[in-house]
């Protein structure tokens, strides 16, 4: 169940009954993503779905029908077949009526069953590696909290609490002041005292229009990016606005309270040429002595991602913005250069084996698909 869930009252659950998901549901996307396939799970809550999902109700008690339609809507011969369904202009979707009249190859039904056992083994692996790489990063950051000495503990979750005149620091709400018992768990420096955070723009429409620029955009990030994989290139004259001008390993850090939660931080990679960020990044640039990819990835942790979420601004969550002023008063560990080194070490090597077990996942997901359309098609 989505931690995320939304949830409507009982009378209009009722109402629509037509709209209802239970075990053994086929589902697919009919709106936008047209292609997106899944099986309701068996332990999977009672719920409803909005009308940008299918719902294929199994007519028959055959628990391997939704597998089989899993595993041939996955690949390259399924979807071509919902491709030719699509219809509409920028937003393509596809009709109902339309799915109920799609002609598909179904077998008898042990060569369904064969064809689902070695599809399911194939997914199961890929989610294995997946699920590895992700405890992989996720473990990450309890281990560097404990290398620089910070000893997590469970927060106080009361909404109710006192707070103290000289504790009083700009907006008084309980977002900004419920984290105050993480940022005691911190002591040494502050992020202001380990680097400068850098406020020169420049407008490459105006500044320099004929030449051609690389620009970050945050857009362009993954939730939880391990690296910068994607930077466009333009003339200046076809980029409009005024963007950062960034270096070699200066730590670009999302300042959107979403993007904060996401993880929307990255080092800045060799430069191939002028180089600019995103306004909707904060550009910290560390002084000498510190790690710049060290102080990211503390910067990355839940505890200091909650911490910098305390400090944002704005009238609603969605609009939540973390000021330079309030991002410099955060406190931050003092480091040796020996712990900082032995911290960069663990988090090459981590990073390398998270890369790795993606890769391992991705190339099994796709040798799953293909050994089923091939068993499918007699190839």
Known sequence: MSDNAIYINKEYFTLIKRSHIRPGYFLFSIMASVGNVAVVPNNFSICTANRAVGILVPKESNPVLPYYLLGLFSTKFGLRLLSQLKKGGLQKRVNLKDIEQLMIP?????????????????RELHKKKLKQAEELLGSLDVWLLEK???????????TVF??????????INVERYAKLPLQKMISGTTVGELCEIIKEKTIPAKDAPEIEWDRIRIDDLPN?????????????????GSFFLVQENDILLARLGPTIQNSKFVLCPPLRRQTIASSEFLVIRCNKGWNPEVVLWILRT????????????????????LSAENLIKITFPIIS???????????????????????????EWVAAKARFEAQLLGK
Do not use: H, W
């Open 302 to 321: 839940k505890l200091f991602r909650d911490i910098m979420y305390s400090k944002c601004t704005g009238g609603t969550p969605s609009r939540y913005r």
């Open 148 to 158: 620089v000495g910070i000893k997590t503990q469970t927060p106080d979750t009361r």
């Open 106 to 122: 179904l077998p008898p039904f042990k060569i369904q069953q064969k064809l689902v056992t070695e599809f399911e083994a194939g």
């Open 337 to 363: 250069r020996a712990t900082q080194q032995i911290i960069a070490t663990e988090i090459r090597k981590r990073l390398d084996n998270i890369r790795r077990l993606r890769t391992e996942a991705a190339a």
């Open 162 to 171: 006192a707070l103290r005149l000289k504790q009083i620091d700009g907006v």
């Open 224 to 240: 939880q990016p391990l690296q910068l994989e994607k930077i466009e290139t333009s003339y200046g004259k076809d980029i409009q």
